[in-house]
C-alpha cells in the first residue's frame, strides 16, 4: 500500500535493476537485476487487481518503481497494458535512465513521477555516476506524448540546497509542459544502515538529514521562481508540503 507515489492508495511494484549510482540513493538493493523475485506479468496484475476496491475510492492505482522500471521495458510495457485492460490508473516512478523507445510505455502510462537528479550536467554526472543524455531522452518523449508529470527533486545539504540552484530547477520545470505537482524531498539517512548490512560505503557518511523547515523555506522559493501559476498546499493530515498547478 503506497499513499505518496501517486494519488490516491496505491500498490507500489518495484522492479529491480538500476544503472544509476545516485550518493544518496537508500535502495542500493535494487541495483541489480538478478536480486529480485521473477514473476509473469499476468500473476502480477492478478494480485494488482485485488486492491481495485481500494483504488475506486480513493482515486488511486498501480505505480511501477524500483530500481528503474525502464530497465525492463518489455515486462512493464506487458503489465501497464493489463492494468489499463483492467481499468486501474497507471504511474511510472522513474528517473528516465532505461532502454529503448518509450511511446507505447507511455501511451498506457497515466502519470509519470520524474526525479529530477540535478539541473545541471555536471552535476548530474556527480550525483549519479551517469551522463543525463537518456534521462533528456525520455523527458522529451514525455513532452511529445503530453503525459501528466510529477516532479521530485531530493534535496541534499551541501549538494542541491543552494538558492541558486533551487532557481536554475525552477527554469527547469518552467520549460516542461504538463506538470500538475512539485515536491522537494529532503534527504534522510534511513537508507545508511541497508549499506552496512551489505558491506558497501555509503558515500554521503556524515551528512545530515536536511533541515525540514530550510526544506520548507526553499519550497517557498521554488514556488516564487515558478510563477502565478503554482501554489504551496499541504497533504491532509501530514507536515508535508508541495507544489501544485492550479486548475
Known sequence: MGLVDGPGIRTVVFLQGCKLRCLYCHNPDTWLMGDGDQVEAADLVKKIRRYRPYFEKSGGGVTFSGGEPLLQPEFLLENLKLCKESGIH???????????????????????????????????????????????????????????????????????????????????????????????????????????????????????????????ELTELLLQELGKDFYVTQEEGKEKTYIRRIG
Not at 520549460?175 to 560505503?201: C, F, Q, S
Open 90 to 216: 497507471t504511474a511510472l516512478d522513474t528517473a528516465g535512465y532505461g532502454f529503448g523507445e518509450y511511446e507505447e510505455i507511455l501511451s498506457y502510462t497515466d502519470l509519470v513521477l520524474f526525479d529530477i537528479k540535478h539541473e545541471d550536467p555536471k552535476q548530474y554526472l556527480f550525483v549519479t555516476g551517469q551522463k543525463e543524455d537518456k534521462s533528456k531522452r525520455f523527458l522529451e518523449a514525455v513532452q511529445k506524448a503530453g503525459t501528466r508529470m510529477w516532479i521530485r527533486h531530493v534535496v541534499v545539504p551541501g549538494i542541491t540546497d543552494s538558492e541558486e540552484h533551487i532557481r536554475n530547477l525552477a527554469k527547469k520545470i518552467r520549460g516542461l509542459r504538463n506538470v500538475d505537482k512539485v515536491e522537494l524531498l529532503p534527504y534522510h539517512t534511513m537508507g545508511e544502515n541497508k549499506y552496512e548490512a551489505m558491506n558497501m560505503k555509503y558515500k554521503l557518511e556524515g551528512v545530515e538529514a536536511m533541515d525540514r523547515e530550510r526544506n520548507a
